[in-house]
């Protein structure tokens, strides 16, 4: 069973940065989708960004322009880089991963909190 390790979250002030990590168990693991997700109080957990096979990105209108996802494929990690957050941008954020081997198959990140607050 692959699992997810994220790292990096943590309080910031508005305008801040971070950046959010997340490792794969299995190195050699093929993912097809890798992306974040982000679950705020009281709302739905909701797609912040995510990278297919090929390199394509997508993001959630919100962050576009502030946040940036990449990956290292020889690491099996893939990463969030959060620029000039807001207080909105408070949530814990999932890391979340995707295969297809006869079936498909999602992984889950236990979750890391983001709070952006002065």
């Known amino acids: 069973q692959v699992q997810l390790v994220e790292s990096g979250g943590g309080l910031v002030q508005p305008g801040e940065s971070l950046r959010l990590s997340c490792a794969a168990s299995?190195?050699?693991?093929?993912?097809?989708?890798m992306g974040w997700y982000r679950q705020a109080p009281g709302k739905e957990r909701a797609l912040v960004a995510d990278?297919?096979?090929?390199?394509?990105?997508n993001y959630a209108d919100s962050v576009k322009g502030r946040f940036t996802i990449s990956r290292d494929n020889g690491k099996n990690t893939w990463y969030l880089q959060m620029n000039s957050l807001k207080d909105d941008d408070t949530a814990v954020y999932y890391c979340?991963?995707?295969?297809?081997?006869?079936?498909?198959?999602?992984?889950w990140g236990q979750g890391t909190h983001v709070i952006v607050s002065s």
């Open positions: 979340y991963a995707s295969r297809f081997q006869g079936v498909r198959y999602r992984y």
């Open positions: 299995e190195t050699n693991a093929q993912f097809d989708i």
């Open positions: 990278i297919r096979s090929g390199g394509f990105t």
